[in-house]
Every structure is written in C-alpha cells, then in structure tokens.
T-cell receptor, first 114, second 116 residues
Framework: SQELEQSPQSLIVQEGKNLTINCTSS?????LYWYKQKYGEGLIFLMM?????EEKSHEKITAKLDEKKQQSSLHITASQPSHAGIYLC??????????????FGKGTLLTVNP | GAVVSQHPSRVICKSGTSVKIECRSL??????MFWYRQFPKKSLMLMAT?????????EQGVEKDKFLINHASLTLSTLTVTSAHPEDSSFYIC????????????FGSGTQLSVL
C-alpha cells in the first residue's frame, strides 16, 4: 500500500516567516492533493498536482511536485495566523488512472504566532 | 467552488442505537462519494466508496453490515452506523468529486460521533 510521510509533524513559526511542509511517497504519485483542516472540521481543498515538475500557487501558498512524482512540498510565504491549521497531503490510490480514493499523510500541525 | 454539505456536525448516541450521517453535493452531481473516518490526531482512513444506484465498495477491514451506505441520488449519500458502540466514536467525513471542475475532490465538514 502507498505510504505518505509528512514532515515536519508540527511547526511553530512567527507571523511573517516563510515555511515549507514536505510530503514523500513510497510509490510514484498519480495525483497529489493538499488540504487544510481545522481540528474537528472538514478539509479545505488547496491544490492538486498531477504532472512531474508541476507547480501551483494560490495566494501565498505554493505547492510543487518533483519530477519523479514521489515528493511534494507546500510553501507558505509571509505566514499569517489565518494559515494556522493542519495541512494534509493525500495521494490518489489509482495505479494507472485516478480513482479518487485518497491515502493521507498524518498531517502537519502549523501554528503561527502573531 | 463546489460545496459538500454534511449533517449532522455532531451526534451523541447511546450504545446499541443506529446513527445516520448525510452527505450532500450542493451545486453539482456526484456519481461517486467517499467516506472516511479520522481518529484524534490520526490521519483520515478511507472506509468505502459510495456509488449512485449500486452497492458501495468497502475497504479491507471495514464491516459493510456495520457501516451501511446508501447513494440513492446523484446528490446524496448516507452512512448509517448500525448498533453503535463506543469504539465507533470517531470523526466521519465524506468527499465527492466535482467532475465539471476537473480533478478536484471536495470534502464535507465532517461529523463527530460520540457513542456513550
């Protein structure tokens, strides 16, 4: 089965600082999703990456998928308290095509201190 | 963007009773929805795939008679936890694919189930 390792498990930064969260897969990723979750709440879709070398940005958040499609990083520029939450990466379990069933990493808890 | 609504957000029930959780796609049709559960400080685990008009497919280790799934329409899937026990207490969350929006998967707001 596909395993996703997220690092770090938790992160505390000062407001305004940049940060990076990594997601590494034991297998080639077909589709890689990034979500944000507040504890006990639903998941907010951030970005989905599919192609090797792909990079997407939304506001101050940038996600990249490496060429080998086994590692993704999420970078937040000039962090704000509103960025605080749990960041989850999820990989599509499809082997040759997407089946939309996701395996998730354990998450990275981000705290942004004002 | 697409919205997935889940109800109720919280439910407390007695051991032995059944609880139904609804998952609705509000502004799109979803032929397939997915049900996950999440234990405190743990990741989400896929339980089953809900298919409109046909039987759900369950992941290994998930009891289909325990977790009944019905997907009667293109916008509604329900998960019924039957004869709930304290070990069923968990955060349940559904997702749906909005095909018209590409490969995005949207999640509901989740249901916190507590079985006493």
């Amino acid at each position: 089965s596909q395993e996703l390792e997220q690092s770090p498990q938790s992160l505390i930064v000062q407001e305004g600082k940049n940060l990076t969260i990594n997601c590494t897969s034991s297998k080639t990723l077909y589709g890689l999703y990034w979500y944000k979750q507040k504890y006990g709440e639903g998941l907010i879709f951030l970005m989905m990456l599919q192609k090797g070398g792909e990079e997407k940005s939304h506001e101050k958040i940038t996600a990249k998928l490496d060429e080998k499609k086994q590692q993704s990083s999420l970078h937040i520029t000039a962090s704000q308290p509103s960025h605080a939450g749990i960041y989850l990466c999820g990989a599509d379990k499809g082997l040759g095509g997407s089946n939309y069933k996701l395996t998730f990493g354990k998450g990275t808890l981000l705290t942004v201190n004002p | 963007g697409a919205v997935v609504s889940q109800h109720p957000s919280r439910v407390i029930c007695k051991s032995g009773t059944s609880v139904k959780i609804e998952c609705r796609s509000l502004d799109f049709q979803a032929t397939t929805m997915f049900w996950y559960r999440q234990f405190p400080k743990k990741s989400l685990m896929l339980m089953a795939t809900s298919n409109e008009g046909s039987k759900a497919t369950y992941e290994q280790g998930v009891e289909k008679d325990k977790f009944l799934i019905n997907h009667a329409s293109l916008t509604l899937s329900t998960l019924t936890v039957t004869s709930a026990h304290p070990e069923d207490s968990s955060f349940y969350i559904c997702s749906a694919r909005a095909g018209a929006l590409g490969e995005k998967l949207f999640f509901g707001s989740g249901t916190q189930l507590s079985v006493l």
